[in-house]
């Protein structure tokens, strides 16, 4: 007698086999994070990384585990952020092999790891409490995209060139998509979301990373301002607790 696994079958079978690696990777790399996720979620976020790299041709488990530390980093759809445009080309030009295309990634990821995040995420904190002492003192009737950019710009000390380089419109867009989905179609609801998506990729709304921005959303009053209002004190107290401890 012979028995014949069905495609679907094979596909579990090997995704339960990688997400194992992955896990054990992830919880190496972040522990206390990973775990409070729980496991639909890590699920979830192994999943949309695997399938990254699937499309690409990108099979080896170290080639899976570096896509995954990207995502980490600066978002699980980090390949639908403008920002990360150059990033998402080198892992998807199959012109090169795919140990070619991981370094040639991790090239042009280490200067924006430098510049915006820094060890331990100390860059990426320190930015985010000079962010968040902005937010703190404006009004909710004045967090227009303007001030949500250059608060974002004073944050990391940008360049006039780097101001000039930086896609505005294509993130105000995110922003937009974003409040459509959570449904706080507000000009509020457009100023947290642009700042969501600065912080945690223009992703945010779907990224396994962060079930709070749905949970939120989706507990809030049936009002789009209030559920904007639910979601802008949310972030805030998250950001407190990502603030350095010697300013906390």
């Known amino acids: 007698m ?24 992830l919880m190496e790399l972040d522990s206390a994070r990973f775990r409070a996720l729980g496991d ?20 080896f488990v170290e080639h899976i585990e570096y896509v995954h530390f990207l995502m980490y980093f600066i978002g699980t759809d980090f390949d639908r952020d403008p920002r990360y445009s150059a990033l998402t080309q080198a892992l998807s030009d199959q012109d090169h ?58 944050a990391y000390d940008f360049a006039p060139t780097e101001r000039d380089r930086f896609p505005e419109a294509a993130l105000v867009d995110a922003a937009v998509q974003g409040a459509q989905a959570l449904g706080i179609e507000t000009a509020l609801g457009r100023g947290v979301c642009l700042s969501l998506a600065l912080w945690l990729g223009t992703g945010f709304t779907n990224d ?31 950001m407190i607790k990502m603030r350095p401890k010697e300013e906390s």
């Open 40 to 59: 639909a979620n890590c699920r979830a976020f192994v999943r949309k990384g695997v399938s990254f790299c699937d499309a690409r041709n990108l099979g």
């Open 208 to 238: 396994p990373l962060f079930p709070w921005v749905r949970d939120v959303t989706a507990q809030a009053p049936n009002n789009a301002n209030e559920r904007a209002l639910a979601l802008k004190a949310y972030a805030q107290k998250r």
């Open 97 to 154: 092999v795919a140990n070619e295309r991981v370094e040639t990634a991790h090239r042009l990821f280490r200067p924006v790891a430098e510049r915006f995040i820094g060890v331990g995420l100390a860059q990426a904190h320190v930015a985010l409490s000079r962010f968040y002492e902005t937010m703190e003192h404006t009004n909710d009737d004045q967090l227009t995209p303007r001030l949500v950019f250059d608060a974002f710009y004073a």
């Open 2 to 25: 012979s028995f014949v696994i069905s495609a679907p079958s094979v596909s579990d079978l090997r995704f339960d086999n990688l997400y194992k690696r992955i896990l054990a990777y």
